[in-house]
């Protein structure tokens, strides 16, 4: 018993040394920082993007806070813009050649179909979208209700402004353009509508209820283009922002006084 008894203390001296060194690995692993679900828009270390069935070249660039003719130049794209489901758009990097860009695409289709939109196929030869090339849009307010939420700089923060609207009220468009995207695609927009208004301006209108235009259609200034809805957000409301060259611009400096 007197020889067996060190033996024990060693024993579970040893052991209560394994366990406290299991413990504290097994602290350390919980404290690893939550892994997001997904990119978000903008971020530089994704570096490209599989295009999915409704997306087009501008909301690809959009959800990215990418200017669509420097993402048409860098996946050597022509002017057509056409995109192909399934084709990997490089985000970032070297430029690549038109018949990588393509490698392994389904047939060409201006805009890819969405099953969440009543957007329609079309091959249709690209349209001029009739304004001026580079110059600033006359704007109008695209809702009626007050501002709730600003513009703010920070990506993390508002690309737009949020105007209070109730469910069903219209959403026309604030300048007269192209509708080059209508859709649900854009995670955090829900209902989304983007208007081209020149080679340097997009609009986006977001959360919206209905849809009321398609893809390749011309809008003018003060049209309805859809109706207030909360889709993708807390409440009804809509979510307006403006983009210059690809990157988002305070829409209070461009909408009149009011």
Not at 122 to 134: G, I
Request: glycine share 8%.
């Amino acid at each position: 018993m007197s020889l067996a008894a060190p033996q024990t203390v060693r024993l579970l001296v040893n052991a209560f040394k394994i366990l406290s060194v299991l413990l504290l690995l097994s602290a350390c692993s919980s404290n690893k920082a939550p892994v997001q679900d997904r990119m978000s828009p903008g971020s530089n270390k994704l570096q490209h993007h599989i295009v999915s069935r409704g997306e087009t070249l501008y909301s690809i660039a959009w959800r990215y806070g990418i200017d669509y003719k420097e993402l048409a130049r860098r996946n050597s794209i022509n002017r057509s813009y056409t995109i192909y489901p399934g084709q990997k758009i490089l985000l970032s990097g070297k430029v690549v050649s038109r018949q990588a860009s393509a490698r392994k695409a389904k047939p060409a289709v201006k805009t890819v179909s969405s099953t969440r939109s009543k957007t329609t196929t079309t091959t249709k030869k690209p349209v001029k979208t009739p304004s001026v090339k580079d110059g600033r849009p006359t704007w109008i307010w695209p809702a009626q209700g007050r501002v709730l939420a600003g513009f703010s700089s920070s990506k993390s923060l508002n690309k737009g402004v949020d105007i209070e609207g109730r469910l069903g009220e219209s959403v026309v468009a604030a300048a007269s353009g192209m509708v080059v995207y209508a859709g649900s695609g854009i995670r955090g927009y829900g209902n989304l509508v983007i208007v081209k208004h020149n080679e340097a301006y997009l609009s986006a209108y977001a959360h919206n209820s209905k849809l009321l235009v398609k893809e390749q259609g011309f809008v003018k200034a003060g049209q309805k283009i859809a109706e207030i809805g909360n889709s993708g957000t807390d409440r009804s409301k809509l979510h307006f922002e403006i983009r210059h060259q690809g990157k988002p611009v305070d829409p209070l400096r461009y909408l009149p006084s009011r």
